[in-house]
Structure formats: C-alpha cells, structure tokens
C-alpha cells in the first residue's frame, strides 16, 4: 500500500504561483508513474501532469508552459510548480500514484484546494 499526502494549496491572485507537494509512504519501491489531477466544481477530474520515474513527463495542454511537475525519488515527493495562474485552474488538485505494470492510478492523495483569484 502506498499512502500519499499532498501540502502546497491555498488562495493566489491571477499570475502568481504556488508549488504543491505530495508525501508518498509505503511501498514506495511498487511505483512508477506518479501525476497530478484536478477536479473543478461541476467538472470531471482532469489530469494535469504526469511523470514516470525515470523523468518522463506530459501535460495537460491548458498547463503548458505553465506548470512543472518534478520528484525526488530519494524523498519519495512529488511537486508541482504552477506559475502564471489563472482563475481557470481552480480546483482540488489530486496526487496520484500508478503501480509498475499498471495501466490506472492505483493511490490518490486526499486533495489539496488551489482557489486563483481575478
């Protein structure tokens, strides 16, 4: 069982930026694919951005060249930096962990609220 914890979240203005992160415990060493989801009220849970473990990353194309997702395997955390934030990225933001040889997200993170502000 892996167990995943995200921190980071809060109330930002149009073009700030936050970093999230999200604590993984447990079986660390069954994981391989680790994202960011998020869920806007009245919309369907959206991935964001992906990264494998050896550092293959993609994004969600409203992120792009916005967001950065990046992990330190050494301390199992996974961040994500979102700069130039606009009032359309509101939403719970979910850490997600996917197990080698698995094809979904296994764990899911509690959620962290971001809310930007116009």
């Known amino acids: 069982q892996v167990q995943l914890v995200e921190s980071g979240g809060g109330l930002v203005r149009a073009g700030g930026s936050l970093r999230l992160s999200c604590a993984a415990s447990?079986?660390?060493?069954?994981?391989?694919?680790m994202g960011w989801y998020r869920q806007a009220p009245g919309k369907q849970r959206e991935l964001v951005a992906a990264?494998?473990?050896?550092?293959?990353?993609n994004y969600a194309d409203s992120v792009k060249g916005r967001f950065t997702i990046s992990r330190d395997n050494a301390k199992n955390t996974l961040y994500l930096q979102m700069n130039s934030l606009k009032p359309e990225d509101t939403a719970v933001y979910y850490c997600?962990?996917?197990?080698?040889?698995?094809?979904?997200?296994?764990?899911w993170g509690q959620g962290t609220q971001v809310t930007v502000s116009s």
């Open positions: 997600a962990a996917m197990e080698i040889a698995s094809m979904n997200y296994d764990y």
């Open positions: 447990g079986t660390i060493f069954s994981i391989n694919a």
């Open positions: 990264i494998t473990r050896r550092g293959s990353t």
